[in-house]
């Protein structure tokens, strides 16, 4: 019922700057939340930052003060804005959500695809 497609991932050397962008399509009435994960072969998936409708924005203790998360209502798109970036930012960033469907008023939960962000000089 609904899609999430991650892309803008890449390589960027240390200090540096990335975008990566999540756009979810399909018959959403609304958007619940909007977050990005990221994952190491050494770690967990761990919540980088989250967009909510009810709560506003939240961000990892690791990523405050250098990334950002800005909102796309009118497309349904989350765009993740990276700065001052360090090695270990390195992971598979993942976009997830929660969506009300239009169709029949049920809730919709699930993953993008992930995007590799390396961070190496």
């Known amino acids: 019922q609904v899609q999430l497609v991650e892309s803008g991932g890449g390589l960027v050397h240390p200090g540096g700057p990335l975008r990566l962008s999540c756009a979810a399509s399909?018959?959403?009435?609304?958007?619940?939340?909007m977050a990005w994960y990221r994952q190491t072969p050494e770690k967990r998936r761990e919540l980088v930052a989250q967009?909510?409708?009810?709560?506003?924005?939240t961000y990892a203790d690791s990523v405050k003060g250098r990334f950002t998360i800005y909102r796309d209502n009118a497309s349904n798109k989350r765009d993740l804005h990276m700065n001052i970036m360090k090695p270990e930012d390195t992971a598979v960033y993942y976009c997830?959500?929660?969506?009300?469907?239009?169709?029949?008023?049920?809730?919709?939960?699930?993953w993008g695809q992930g995007t590799q962000v390396t961070v190496s000089s």
């Open positions: 997830n959500g929660e969506f009300l469907i239009e169709d029949d008023g049920t809730t919709w939960h699930g």
């Open positions: 967009d909510s409708f009810s709560d506003g924005t």
């Open positions: 399909g018959s959403i009435l609304r958007a619940n939340y």
